[in-house]
């Protein structure tokens, strides 16, 4: 059963701070070392002191990037930057937004609660890629020195009718109390609601719901970490404790304003590479054909990649490849009755992923890299447009790239529900949540009330 709660949310006081889009940023891992500059430049109180604090020359145990933003943490409360609610409440967010694939403007709407943490085998919340260590460890040493969650899990619930969204918009007798547009073209606004018989109606409407993890493994594993640090301190009695909890921003997966898009490979270096060699090989399990660049450039044909890569992968898995140099793009449609070739240790679910069947038959059997290559970050980078990959590629920051489709829906149910996990950066959930617009202090002598 998953268990729902209001809580008293920390926030930027909006009655001192308009200008919303210098205190945010988006989540920590998609910001490069360019853009945290930025981010320290565009406001004192920016949360990027918070959740991505620069290393110093000289750090040490009781001085570092953890125990820096723990100060800011305190101070900025201390001074009023940020307050905390009075009362247990719900945040309703609306996040506006270009889809860039030529379509209509779309809104996105999702619950920002606390969310009861489960254990691995509950089944109450479900997964569905890898995480790592290195970024478990990190996010951990953070929690434990502010005491505090700056940065919500997105999870999915199935609600056909949509009555819990509908629920929590009848509450909507305010205007928003944060309204904004950020530099990246989406509007967003959040409405806080103080309605407890709201809170009944969305906890119940919950109750029996799976929640599927669309974004922030390593934040939600890690949130059990500390809850399990913290039981071994304070006690598992009472129930409920405010470290039980972890902070969730919460979508119907029926919304409409719900956007997947695909995660591109680029890969840096490919060892003796040779197009011919490589070709013969994967027509083994492909058909392949070959596009001419008309224009001579990749990146000015994105649109025309894209749309053919969306049609042939209507009913098959279709890749497409390109490569520093190249005066065409190649088209890769798996071949019929190929897939059970992907191994015995895939469940079934798993080998309909085209991210999978990259994997294994294009990038281990057809380039040589092991497993372990496919984690090196050194090797491997994600990239979710395919204008933007191509044109790396054409830059030659990379020496090729893959393009997929996205990943559907319904997979990420399905391999979710049969306890499954998909490599990392299988899915891409867009836009990003952005942080800052509300925090979850936790005080390990609280009890967070049930509807």
């Given amino acids: 059963m998953a268990v729902i709660a209001a809580f008293k949310g920390v926030y930027y006081n909006f009655y001192m701070r308009e200008d919303f ?49 723990a100060d800011y943490f305190r101070r900025w409360e201390s001074a009023g930057i940020l307050i905390r609610a ?33 254990e691995e085998d509950s089944r109450v919340i479900l997964p569905h890629e890898r995480t790592f260590s290195a970024h478990r460890d990190d996010r951990l040493k953070l929690m434990r020195a502010c005491n505090a969650q700056f940065s919500q899990i997105f999870g999915l619930y199935e609600d056909p009718d949509n009555a819990i969204l509908n629920a929590c918009k009848k509450a909507m007798v305010n205007p928003a109390a944060i309204a904004f547009d950020f530099n990246d073209g989406t509007s967003h606004q959040m409405w806080i609601l103080q309605a407890p018989e709201v809170f009944k109606k969305v906890a119940e409407g919950l109750q029996d719901k799976t929640i599927f993890i669309a974004d922030g493994h390593h934040r939600y594993e890690t949130s059990r970490n500390y809850r399990n640090i913290m039981r071994a301190r304070y ?40 197009m011919e060699p490589f070709l013969e090989k994967i027509k083994r399990w492909f058909y392949v054909e070959t596009y001419p660049l008309r224009g001579g450039r990749a990146s000015e044909e994105a649109a025309l990649l894209r749309e ?32 059970e070739e992907m191994g015995d240790d895939l469940h079934h679910s798993l080998k309909q992923l085209d991210v999978l069947v990259l994997s294994r038959f294009i990038l281990q059997k057809g380039l040589g890299f092991s497993k372990g290559d496919l984690d090196n970050e050194e090797l ?10 191509l044109s790396q590629v054409e830059a030659g920051e990379f020496q090729m790239t893959f393009l997929l489709n996205p990943t559907k829906i319904d997979h990420v149910k399905e391999i979710a529900g049969n306890g499954l996990v998909m490599p990392r950066k299988s899915t891409y959930f867009y836009p990003k949540i952005l942080t800052g617009m509300v925090f979850n202090k936790i005080d390990p002598h609280e009890i967070i009330r049930l509807p």
């Fill in 21 to 69: 889009p210098a205190l945010v940023a988006p989540p920590y891992d998609v910001i490069s070392e360019e853009e945290q500059e930025r981010f320290y430049q565009a406001d004192p109180y920016n949360v990027i002191r918070l959740i991505l604090g620069k290393k110093k020359t000289g750090d040490s145990d009781w001085d570092n990037r953890y125990t820096r933003a």
């Fill in 86 to 118: 009075q009362s247990p409440c719900l945040y309703l967010s609306s996040l506006s937004y270009e889809p860039g694939n030529g379509e209509p403007r779309r809104t996105r709407w999702g619950i920002i609660a606390l969310l009861r943490i489960e």
């Fill in 235 to 274: 006690g598992r009695r009472p129930a409920n404790r405010s470290y039980d909890f972890v902070m969730t921003y919460l979508t119907n997966m029926c919304d409409e304003g719900l956007t997947v898009l695909p995660s591109h490979r680029l890969i840096k270096r490919v060892p003796d590479f040779r």
């Fill in 308 to 339: 053919r890569l969306e049609v042939e992968g209507t009913s098959n898995t279709a890749l497409a490849f390109y490569r520093h140099k190249a005066d065409h793009w190649l088209l890769f449609s798996l071949k019929p009755g190929v897939r």
């Fill in 380 to 389: 491997f980078h994600y990239q979710s447009s395919t204008k933007r990959a």
